[in-house]
């Protein structure tokens, strides 16, 4: 769809991916990039799976646009937020091909999957915010209730514990991990299986199973937007 993020569709599925540079930062280009993305794929109706480069899903949201000026934070982060609110409401299955580390806003788009699939290995997933000075928002910690037990929740909120592919099933950031030579086989054949969903019927269920999640998601965004959001030195 841009420069970094390409857009593959395939007969029962699209294939989205990332790629901006060695952190495979969000940018708003690559968040520009992606919803174009999720309409070309809502539009012919087909299953996603979203995957990164080798050895990288994303370290986060681009550092030099969170650092420029609290506006500038609080302006990415709205976006990266509103990204996760239409993942977690689309109305077809979102599968993330992990590929690698998968850090803050990375590790965020894990919680936003309907399925997640990670490579075995020592790769760093989890939220480290806190670690770099940033006081969590309310939409991080919203996303965050809804998908980690609340042990989990608090190591990884509170005190940015980050995890190897293994830990990150056990916390709730993947469902299952595979060799890198199974990562895309295995989403592929998620993807397939998927397809065979009627389409109605997963669309409706996904918006009562996460009917109060998605507001109280809603809610934070607005939150966010009378906070201040900021990396402090």
């Known amino acids: 769809m841009n420069e970094f993020v390409s857009y593959q569709s395939e007969e029962k599925y699209a294939i989205i991916t990332i790629n901006n ?3 495979n ?3 708003h280009a690559v968040i520009a990039g ?5 309409d070309a794929a809502e539009k012919e109706n087909k299953v996603v799976i ?3 480069k080798s050895g990288i899903f994303s370290a986060g949201f ?3 646009v969170m650092t420029a000026s609290p506006e500038s934070a609080k302006e990415l982060v709205t976006k990266g937020s509103k990204l996760s609110l239409r993942m977690l409401s689309f109305p077809q299955p979102i599968i993330v091909a992990c590929s690698g580390h998968a850090i803050a806003k990375g590790a965020f788009l894990l919680l936003s999957a309907d399925y997640r699939i990670g490579i075995a290995g020592d790769f760093k997933i989890g939220l480290n915010e806190v670690m770099i000075g940033m006081t969590m928002h309310n939409a991080g910690i919203t996303i965050a ?3 980690l037990s609340e042990v989990y929740l608090n190591r990884s909120v509170n005190n940015a514990e980050i995890y190897n592919s ?3 099933v056990e916390a709730g950031f993947l469902d299952r991990i595979v060799s890198e030579e199974a990562l895309m086989i295995t989403a592929i054949k998620i993807a397939e299986m998927s397809s065979k969903l009627n389409k109605k019927a997963h669309a409706a269920t996904k918006l009562k199973v996460r009917k109060s999640h998605l507001e109280d998601l809603e809610m934070a965004i607005e ?3 009378k906070s201040d959001i900021s990396i402090n030195p």
């Open 25 to 27: 930062a969000i940018s």
């Open 34 to 38: 992606l919803n174009e993305s999720l």
């Open 62 to 64: 681009d550092l030099k």
């Open 166 to 168: 293994k830990q990150a």
């Open 21 to 23: 540079g060695k952190a």
């Open 223 to 225: 939150l966010d937007l």
């Open 145 to 147: 209730k809804a998908r």
């Open 50 to 52: 979203l995957t990164g």
